[in-house]
């Protein structure tokens, strides 16, 4: 049973163009959890999905984020016109309901 | 909000000495996660604590979980230099859909 699955690993972005970052939750998980970690601070929660459905999207960003979690494939983390500060680590985390998440390698983005 | 403070944030220790790490949550929670994480990598799961007066014991680190103060400590038992990591504690509530909310971490440097 592998786990959760990000990719890419790492991703370099140009000011003002798209990133995608892309999470396969656990096998049989439906709930996905975003989080973002900035350089040298703990992980913040962006947004929780279940399939087709965003169930709280409190912790993203109003602008230039989105997120999805289609019937098929894996859940996107979109950010339009990426700027510096976006520079982070996002780390993905999937569960069943209620149970404890298990997080992803993580994917870590840098805005040049 | 759910705010999770831990102390101390930096923490630099000699090899064999003992040491305390606490981590303090304002509302109810209904688990409490302690992770370590080391440069560049994802979290690792180390304990999770459900019911007050939990105690869980996995080498050098012990976990303990007070509900009524909203207290956990992380014990680390004559430390070594593998220890060294950033550690974070983490509360989650049902009525957020489970989502975590992380402590800023401690960054533990264990030194000959």
């Known amino acids: 049973n592998a786990g959760v699955m990000q990719n890419p690993r790492h991703l370099v972005r140009r000011r003002g163009q798209e990133a995608r970052l892309r999470c396969s939750p656990m096998?049989?998980?439906?709930?996905v959890y975003w989080y973002r970690q900035l350089p040298e601070e703990g992980l913040k929660f962006m947004v929780y999905?279940?399939?087709?459905?965003?169930?709280?999207e409190s912790g993203m960003p109003k602008e230039r984020f989105s997120a999805e979690f289609p019937k098929e494939g894996p859940s996107i983390l979109r950010i339009q016109q990426v700027v510096r500060g976006d520079s982070a680590a996002y780390f993905c985390a999937s569960s069943q309901s209620g149970n404890e998440a298990f997080f992803g390698q993580g994917t870590r983005l840098t805005v040049v | 909000e759910l705010k999770v403070e831990q102390n101390p944030l930096f923490l630099s220790m000699q090899e064999g000495k003992n040491y305390t790490i606490y981590c303090n949550y304002s509302t109810t929670s209904d688990r409490l996660y302690w992770y370590r994480q080391d440069p560049g990598k994802s979290l690792e799961s180390l304990f999770v604590?459900?019911?007050?007066?939990a105690v869980k014991q996995e080498g050098r680190l012990m976990a303990s979980l007070d509900t009524k103060a909203r207290l956990s400590t992380l014990h680390i038992t004559a430390a070594v230099h593998d220890l060294s990591a950033t550690y974070f504690c983490a509360v989650d509530n049902r009525n957020s859909g489970y989502a975590l909310n992380f402590g800023k971490g401690t960054s533990l440097l264990v030194t000959p």
């Open positions: 096998k049989g998980h439906s709930h």
């Open positions: 604590l459900l019911s007050n007066g």
């Open positions: 999905l279940q399939k087709e459905n965003i169930i709280d």
